[in-house]
């Protein structure tokens, strides 16, 4: 039982159009919702992060009463987070392993953002108008985090 000569033919068309494995595969892959998540959360790092600078800069974060192991683990959770999502970006091959990096970022990130907004509620001396910039921006992240996950894990 042989493959017909209308199906070889059929098979090279269709490698000829889209393509061998490899490239179906990374094709796939680079439009997967994880991928563009990924690549979505970390095009806005650096404006929440410049945003949060501003706020710890102005506010003289150094004062507030946060214990510094507090503040150790937040600056690993965010090498942590960028990691994931950069792998998750820049996965090429491997779908799980993209997925999979995206739901680890998104969870650290929504943490990471949570853990922020309720430090600086807590600790800084005054609501200024950068704090409450900077906490509209990390709100915004973590909606539409919370909103792409469902649409990455269901993938």
């Known amino acids: 039982m042989g493959i017909s000569g209308d199906s070889r033919t059929a098979a090279r068309a269709a490698l000829a159009e889209f393509g061998g494995v490899t490239e179906v595969v990374t094709a796939f892959t680079l439009q997967s919702p994880g ?5 979505t959360l970390l095009a806005t790092g650096p404006v929440a992060a410049a945003s949060w600078a501003v706020v710890l800069i102005t506010g003289r974060a150094w004062t507030w009463p ?5 503040r150790l683990a937040l600056g690993v959770l965010l090498c942590a987070v960028v990691a994931a999502l950069f792998t998750a970006a820049v996965g090429r ?3 799980a392993r993209t ?7 998104g969870v650290g990130l929504v943490v990471l953002d949570a853990a922020v907004l309720v430090g600086a509620a807590l600790a800084a001396p005054a609501v200024t108008w950068p704090l409450v910039l900077a906490a509209v921006i990390s709100i915004a992240r973590i909606g539409f985090t919370l909103r ?3 649409s990455v894990i269901a993938a």
């Open 93 to 95: 091959t491997n779908y």
């Open 66 to 70: 946060i214990a510094v192991p507090a």
């Open 99 to 105: 997925r999979t990096a995206v739901i680890t970022g």
């Open 148 to 150: 792409a996950l469902p």
């Open 35 to 39: 991928c563009r998540t990924a690549r």
